[in-house]
């Protein structure tokens, strides 16, 4: 397990000592990790320890008198955020005085003895039509030279979506994995690694996608005559990119259920990867939704329903959505909030103030727009649970489970799941654009904390967008916050001992944005703004482990021209040279100065 330490502020009134950790253990703003050793951390994490526990000691006892004398339960760590201003008290302000720093980079309790991580691997995303509708790899023979290049580059791997459109194309249960088995096979001559998604959704409707992949055929047809399976909005537009959630147990594909045909699926692509499954093949990325992220299709922009940066729209008016949120209203004795989403929500392309719900002061933050939000993201949350659990026993079996928890291997192939970096109106209070996608994340409520303890629970590690975007790229307007969202869950994951890994959302080449994933992937030392008792932003400094991997986007005839390649060798090697250490920079006359060994041309 991650050995944490939990650093508490003095009480008001209380004298500061040698108790406070000294400012060169954090890494983050410059500082040098050699000023600082892991043994010398963890020795005075130590003499901590007396310190944290008499903090310990008093919250706890603010908390069993806030609760009229009752005995207090502490949970080790708390939230970054709280569920509401109502919990805004005593507790709160003390709890949020502490500052977690982690020590270890190991997986909390897979019985995995992993090595300090020292580097961040990269893997190279294929372009989305390397293989192609008929179930043939696309031009092979470039493929096989691009792979060497990218050894040579020093990239890990490479990531393939398998996607459901092509692989069970030709009818329910009959599965077509050759030409996945053909580029694992190029993968392995060429000493490269592959992760490979589990891609249950459709292509082409989203920023990026150049090619069209739709759901299998028999799925299509059997949405016609039942277009309940798929998620719909509040003018009952029906989205085809994937299944909605909430048939996932109702057996509308050809006398199956959708959670059948996706353990069903991962079940034969198993089988079909061979010995390979663990060596070659490391990672398998679960895809849970749009784009094979966790969350709801909020914001469609491939048919021009959504423009950023809107907030979207909730995706909860198909049949069996209506018929939950029914459920879940009745069950608190408020049967009136069942009826639909929130009234007063706007459209795809609204503003968070030009609506009642996402405004200030909105109804988001009223005892109707929290019932909402939690049913609206715990029915996310379950789904992932319920497709984690199906691909766990699909790769690893049933015995793979020891309680709650599954426990990895070592030399298995590693399960992950991906969220997306939605960073537009993330500076505002409400922000709007993670509530329509299914991210009860606000000012007040840190919710990426359930999707981490979801991947903690199935020793699955946490992919997330965005890290090659800076604030100022974006427009000012939009109060977007790419970095700060990506420090909150780097935070979060870290406190919860869960490997985080990182993609770029967008395909660049520039040296910007080589410097900004440099930065947000190998930097160990994160300032955090959080509330304090008033309610006034502080910043909190944390130590964080290197992410566990980056997935680059994505391999193209652009990439791979000398002006551009030669840029990317000195970034992969940028990753390599991690160790934890400040903030890496791209230094602009150097970056095209590579050795003539190095294959600048392809």
Sequence with gaps: MASAAVLSAPAPGSAKGSSQIPENAFLGGGANHSQISPPQLASQLSLEQKFAEEIRNRAEAAIAAANGGQTAVFIEPPPLFHSSREQVGLAESLLRKQMYIETDVTVDDTGVNAPLQTDVPVYV????????????????????????????AGCTGVMIDVWWGIAERNGPGQYDFGAYKHLLNMCKEAGLKMQAVMSFHACGGNVGDNVNISLPRWVLEAGQANPEIFYTDRQGHRNQECLSLFSDENPVLAGRTPLACYSDYMTAFRAAMGEDFGTVLTEVAVGMGPCGELRYPAYPEGDGRWRFPGVGEFQCYDKRALESLAQAAAAIGKPEWGKGGPHDAGGYNSLPHETGFFNNGGSWDTPYGRFFLEWYSQ???????????????????????????????????????????????YKSRSHGAELTAGYYNTRYRNGYAPIVELCQRYSADFNFTCVEMKDCEQPEFARCGPEELLKQVRVCAAQKGVPMAGENALSRLDDQAYEQILNTTCCTGIELDELDEEGQARKVKHVVPLMSALTFLRLSPQLLEERHFSRFVQFVRGMKEANGNKPLQVTHPNLVTIPAAQPAKV
């Design 125 to 152: 995303m294929l372009p989305l039509d390397t293989v192609r509708n008929d179930g043939f790899v696309n031009n092979p023979r470039a493929m096989e030279m691009a792979f060497r290049a990218l050894k040579q």
């Design 379 to 425: 029915s996310l949350i379950k789904h992932g649970d319920r497709v984690m659990a199906a691909a766990c026993k699909a790769f690893y079996g049933a015995e793979s489970f020891e309680g709650p928890k599954r426990k990895q291997k070592q030399g298995e192939a590693k399960v992950s799941l991906k969220c997306a970096g939605i960073h537009w109106w």
